[in-house]
């Protein structure tokens, strides 16, 4: 079922998400959104992404670029108990390096933000990483 309502932005930028869109799309206070904007087609579309209790981290990961490097990576972080939300990843340097950027709900994680980093670390597939915590209004 598509919705679709005019609404007006306030002088703070700010809109009113009607509460039927917010029942429909299991939205509460607290819920974390993702907004996304295409500026070709002037178009922003509104993307449900985390329950109001999670907790997001960003992750920046350097891999050695090898078949099954990601794969590691990711299963480190799921013996962990970090809940992968968002990824991307490239390769930088074919057979050398890649990068895997990461959002994840770490309010399960059985460790803290300092030590989940130095475990991936010493991941041997993993070259670098970087945690930063998302704190968001």
Same mark, same amino acid.
């Given at each position: 079922m598509r919705?679709?309502? =005019?609404?007006r932005?306030?002088?703070r !930028?700010r809109?009113?998400?009607?509460s @039927?869109?917010?029942? +429909?799309l &299991?939205?509460s206070e +607290? @819920?974390?959104?993702?907004?996304? /904007?295409?500026?070709?087609?002037r178009e922003a579309?509104?993307?449900p992404?985390a329950h109001? !209790? /999670?907790?997001l981290?960003?992750?920046? =990961? !350097?891999? &050695?670029? #090898?078949? !099954?490097?990601l794969?590691k /990576? #990711?299963a480190?972080? #799921?013996d962990? &108990?970090?809940?992968?939300?968002s990824?991307q990843?490239? @390769?930088?340097?074919? +057979?050398?390096? #890649?990068?895997?950027?990461v959002i994840g709900?770490?309010s *399960?994680?059985? %460790?803290g %933000?300092?030590?989940?980093r130095? *475990?991936?670390?010493k991941?041997s597939?993993?070259?670098? %990483?970087r945690?930063?915590?998302?704190v968001?209004?």
């Open positions: 919705l679709s309502e =005019i609404l932005i306030d002088s !930028g809109i009113i998400i009607p @039927t869109f917010r029942t +429909g &299991g939205l +607290g @819920t974390y959104v993702m907004l996304v /904007a295409d500026m070709n087609k579309r509104l993307v992404f109001p !209790g /999670a907790k981290a960003e992750f920046e =990961i !350097g891999l &050695g670029d #090898a078949p !099954g490097a794969a /990576a #990711a480190r972080l #799921a962990l &108990g970090v809940d992968l939300l990824s990843s490239r @390769t930088l340097r074919r +057979g050398e390096l #890649a990068e895997w950027y709900d770490i *399960t994680c059985k %460790v %933000v300092e030590e989940l130095k *475990t991936l670390e991941e597939s993993i070259k670098s %990483v945690v930063r915590t998302l968001t209004l």
